[in-house]
């Protein structure tokens, strides 16, 4: 079969081409070689977006699963699959990165054997090997369906319930302990980030990016698709969204307040500049946007406050480890080129392993594309209201 070379595929072949370079350096010369990571500031772009920016933007995998199975949210039921395999595909590629930071990443395993139970780090990684375990059995339906395989599917459906509680609760326990880690280091993290919240500010905001990201994934899939969007799904999506980013805007602003912290942030400095931008990116465009009755009800207008969101975000992580340390340094710290082109890389190969499992695997399967039909018919729920509606009604 022959294959077109189109724009993006040159454009991902070039990625790739730069990134396997780099693996070949960093693994052949060392960490120096391929990053501006030095003792003083070890922690540096791979764990700020790598690590830290992946978590999060997997965080719609349990936001989602959470909404319909716990919360009993039905009308969400068409993004359950795609929520799942692009939280799956995001843990394993943060363990990729992860492969890439660590000094001597043959080790990862020892942490099995050699515990220390008082170690946040420690529990950060077996809860994020536990949860993409879960994420593994939770993805496999859509590889069973895809043989047609009806007996494990029936014993993966037994088991359902509990890999549901356990995904949640996992994610629940990582997804603030990735704050946590920040705690230790109050005299290093400028004001703007250190905050003793900073558990509960991860694990808001990844539920915010959860829902977000639902909705940049859905669209993107419904485009590459040829599909409707699902327009009663998102306008629910994005009422959940507004709502997540003021609780997140007022859990900052609390914080600042009682800090004594709302005087200098409008003072400007160094910090001072990321972190308006922060800000206007995380909250203050999203909720102004999102406030019009309009945006809310318009698939680009949801797509654009949600893209926005998420750089935001991003932002906030970045902050956090890397802007955040720079005047405890001493110095900036720019990220090699080779950095960055491994980043581009495992991204790259996250919407192809995406991509490949939505044109081969039912991750839209045609009964859930029936139900949508038929949560349409019902006259689009408006936000707020509580859906009451199940899948076989």
């Given at each position: ?140 339906p859509n590889v069973f369906e895809r043989f ?119 003072q400007p400095s160094y910090e001072a500049y990321f972190l308006w931008l922060e800000l ?114």
């Amino acid at each position: 079969m022959k294959i077109k070379l189109t724009f993006w595929r040159v454009v991902f072949l070039v990625i790739m081409a730069l990134g396997l370079y780099s693996t070949y350096v960093r693994y052949l010369h060392g960490l120096g070689a391929v990053s501006n990571m030095t003792d003083q500031f070890p922690w540096g772009f791979w764990i700020g977006f790598d690590c830290l920016c992946g978590v999060m933007l997997a965080a719609g995998g349990f936001c989602i699963v959470g909404a319909v199975y716990l919360f009993n949210v039905e009308s969400l039921h068409s993004v359950v699959r795609p929520a799942v395999l692009t939280a799956f595909l995001g843990y394993v590629l943060f363990i990729v990165g992860l492969l890439f930071d660590l000094g001597r990443p043959w080790f990862i395993w020892h942490q099995l054997i050699y515990m220390n139970p008082h170690s946040v780090m420690f529990e950060v990684g077996m809860c994020v090997m536990t949860y993409t375990t879960v994420l593994f059995f939770e993805f496999l339906p859509n590889v069973f369906e895809r043989f047609n395989w009806k007996a494990p599917i029936k014993w993966i459906h037994k088991i359902y319930p509990i890999l549901i509680v356990l995904g949640i609760l996992l994610s629940t326990l990582h997804q603030s302990s990735l704050g946590s880690l920040y705690l230790i280091m109050p005299s290093k993290l400028h004001p703007f980030w250190y905050s003793p919240a900073l558990p509960f500010f991860f694990f808001a905001s990844a539920i915010a990016v959860g829902l977000a990201m639902t909705i940049f994934e859905s669209t993107q899939s419904a485009k590459a698709l040829g599909r409707q969007l699902e327009l009663p799904v998102l306008v629910r999506l994005g009422g959940a969204l507004l709502v997540a980013l003021w609780v997140n805007a007022l859990l900052r602003f609390e914080d600042y307040f009682h800090r004594d912290m709302l005087g200098q942030i409008f003072q400007p400095s160094y910090e001072a500049y990321f972190l308006w931008l922060e800000l206007a990116l995380s909250f203050v465009i999203p909720i102004t946007l999102l406030s019009f009755k309009k945006i809310r009800l318009s698939p680009d207008g949801l797509y654009l406050a949600s893209v926005i969101s998420l750089f935001g975000f991003i932002t906030n992580r970045l902050n956090v480890s890397l802007i955040g340390f720079e005047t405890y340094v001493g110095h900036h710290y720019m990220p090699k080129w080779t950095e960055f082109s491994v980043t581009l890389m495992i991204v790259a190969m996250g919407f192809f392993l995406f991509a490949v499992a939505v044109k081969y695997l039912p991750i839209f399967p045609k009964e859930e594309q029936a139900h949508e039909r038929v949560l349409e018919q019902k006259a689009a729920v408006p936000l707020g209201e509580p859906v009451l509606e199940h899948a076989g009604d």
